[in-house]
């Protein structure tokens, strides 16, 4: 069982937009905007994309956002291109265990 | 451009210690309020953090794996350390090195990761 939960995958047309979902508790994504999600393209470096639920570091595309809602923190990929075709993990600062991760999503691009 | 490389054997017997070093290039492992951070993906099973270090030493530790796991810190060679005494099958993973901000806890940038496996 995953500290955070995330669908295994999730789909889109090119152009679409997706979702994904990240829940936690209120110990967790409930208590903390420390939400972070990263992209993982297998056999590369993740690579961070949403820091503090909504920030994006220079250089990620604004096609990529962030928000929370209680304890379920999303990640929106608007305009869907081919490359963003991958796996994508959510973290959450948790207090004792001060990181958790989410088992990942695999996003296909159809 | 900061980049992270993680470095070791890529089988360890089981009771054994696995030892994977991480070289910093393109800065400074001191510069910054940053720490640097192990993270290890066993097969088919979440993300899981194991540690981080400052440049001073100054380390905490994942509770669950807090008696096994040692890091260290070399600023000469800009570099940082991961052990992981009494090894079994379920320390099978694929091992990353990352900067950690834990004030906000993220991860940025990571390694490629380093797959580990303890098999006798």
């Known amino acids: 069982q995953s500290a955070l939960t995330q669908p295994p995958s999730a789909s889109g047309s090119p152009g679409q937009s997706v979702t994904i979902s990240c829940t936690g508790t209120?110990?967790?994504?409930?208590?903390?905007?420390?939400v972070s999600w990263y992209q993982h393209h297998p056999g590369k470096a993740p690579k961070l994309i949403i820091y503090?639920?909504?920030q994006r570091p220079s250089g990620v595309p604004d096609r990529f956002s962030g928000s929370k809602s209680g304890n379920t923190a999303s990640l929106t990929v608007s305009g869907l291109q081919a490359e963003d075709e991958a796996d994508y993990f959510c973290?959450?600062?948790?207090?004792?265990?001060?990181?958790?991760f989410g088992g990942g999503t695999k996003l296909t691009v159809l | 451009q900061l980049l992270l490389q993680e470095s070791g054997p890529g089988l360890v017997k089981p009771s054994e210690t696995l030892s994977l070093t991480c070289t910093v290039s393109?800065?400074?492992?001191?510069?910054?309020?940053?720490?640097w951070g192990w993270i290890r993906q066993p097969p088919g099973k979440d993300p899981e953090w194991m540690g981080s270090?400052?440049?001073?030493?100054?380390?905490y530790e994942s509770p669950s794996l807090k008696s096994r796991v040692t890091i260290s810190v070399d600023t000469s060679k800009n570099q940082f350390s991961l052990k992981l005494s009494s090894v079994t099958a379920a320390d099978t993973a694929l091992y990353y090195c990352?900067?950690?901000?834990?004030?906000?806890?993220?991860?940025?940038?990571w390694g490629q990761g380093t797959l580990v496996t303890v098999s006798s």
């Open positions: 990352a900067r950690h901000i834990p004030t906000s806890s993220w991860f940025d940038p």
């Open positions: 393109g800065g400074s492992i001191t510069s910054g309020s940053y720490y």
């Open positions: 270090i400052f440049y001073s030493g100054s380390t």
């Open positions: 209120s110990s967790d994504v409930g208590r903390y905007d420390y």
């Open positions: 503090e639920v909504t």
């Open positions: 973290s959450s600062y948790a207090g004792i265990n001060p990181v958790i």
